[in-house]
């Protein structure tokens, strides 16, 4: 049972735009920043968002993040078929003083 | 290029002990928190441990309180996991991250398999 709730799986054709949620707490999200990452299978996760909606750089303008109050989301556009991996969310849990994560979304280009 | 190897995983038995470690290099390791994050088979990612810079700040995530240990050695620019009283449910990749704010490189892991 993560601390962060994610949908296990999300999907979208080509060219589509799909949004995953991660849902916190007062604790986590509702009082500290929100990254993403993408992991695919095999390999190390990668960072993809950080500070709610900040892309590092090489990231491209198709993910964008965003945070209100105890929520965040990313959103990716213009899917393309490597966009296919695993994203978790993460935060600073005040309470638990360690870093949270959601349990993960397997997004599916169909 | 910033790189992060991590080394010691293997397989150990049930109450057996492992020490992993991480060995950083092209960036001023001394500056920054560093973390250890595991991925059990099949499983999302978990955090494990962070230490600060100068070791003052040691976290730890209940799951392995008072049997895991978090360390570092800034002059050989690097991390360790000393790991005890190893369970089953320990058996994971083990991830080194480098993080202040938030995990921006991860070394490529270390399998761990706790298993008689």
């Known amino acids: 049972q993560s601390v962060l709730t994610q949908p296990p799986s999300a999907s979208g054709t080509p060219g589509q735009r799909v949004t995953i949620s991660c849902s916190g707490s007062?604790?986590?999200?509702?009082?500290?920043?929100v990254n993403w990452y993408h992991q695919l299978p095999g390999t190390a996760p990668k960072l993809l968002i950080y500070?709610?909606?900040q892309r590092p750089s090489g990231v491209p303008d198709r993910f964008s993040g965003s945070k209100s109050g105890t929520s965040a989301s990313l959103a990716i556009s213009g899917l393309q078929s490597e966009d296919e991996a695993d994203y978790y969310c993460a935060a600073w849990d005040d309470s638990l003083n360690g870093w949270v994560f959601g349990g993960g979304t397997k997004l599916t280009v169909l | 290029e910033v790189q992060l190897v991590e080394s010691g995983g293997g397989l150990v038995k049930p109450g057996g002990s492992l020490r992993l470690s991480c060995a950083a290099s092209?960036?001023?390791?001394?500056?920054?928190?560093m973390n250890w994050v595991r991925q059990a088979p099949g499983k999302g990612l978990e955090w494990v441990s962070s230490?600060?810079?100068?070791?003052?700040?040691?976290y730890y995530a209940d799951s392995v309180k008072g049997r895991f240990t978090i360390s570092r050695d800034n002059a050989k620019n690097s991390l360790y996991l000393q790991m005890n009283s190893l369970r089953a449910e320990d058996t994971a990749v083990y991830y080194c991250?480098?993080?202040?704010?938030?995990?921006?490189?991860w070394g490529q892991g270390s399998l761990v398999t706790v298993s008689s």
């Open positions: 230490i600060s810079i100068g070791s003052s700040d040691i």
């Open positions: 092209g960036f001023t390791f001394s500056s920054y928190t």
């Open positions: 007062s604790s986590n999200i509702g009082g500290n920043t």
């Open positions: 991250a480098r993080a202040d704010h938030y995990f921006d490189f």
């Open positions: 500070s709610n909606n």
